[in-house]
């Protein structure tokens, strides 16, 4: 398992409870996905979308190295990141 496959397991195996578990997933293909919930397997994480997307998919199984970042669609304070292992304070929302 590469590093960044390892980050991204790790990110939500251990995804604070202050945090939603919403958002948009950007995949390495540059396709953006919004989801409001996922599961974790040990290749895979399983995103549920908020909508069908237009084929008619409401859940994506993506491999972690498909991966390439993360939007969060709320704000969201700086305890909360924090609670996942970042450092220091956003600025004022």
């Known amino acids: 398992m590469s590093a960044s496959e390892s980050a991204w397991k790790t990110l939500f195996a251990e995804w604070p409870a202050e945090l939603p578990r919403k958002g948009i997933l950007v995949t390495t293909l540059n396709e953006p996905i919004p989801f409001n919930g996922f ?10 979308r908020n909508a069908p997307d237009a084929l008619g998919a409401r859940t994506v199984l993506l491999p972690y190295e498909s991966l390439f970042l993360l939007k969060m669609t709320d704000v969201i304070k700086s305890k909360a990141y924090q609670a996942a292992g970042f450092r220091g304070e956003l600025g004022q929302q």
């Open 39 to 48: 599961m974790i397997g040990d290749h895979f994480v399983v995103i549920s």
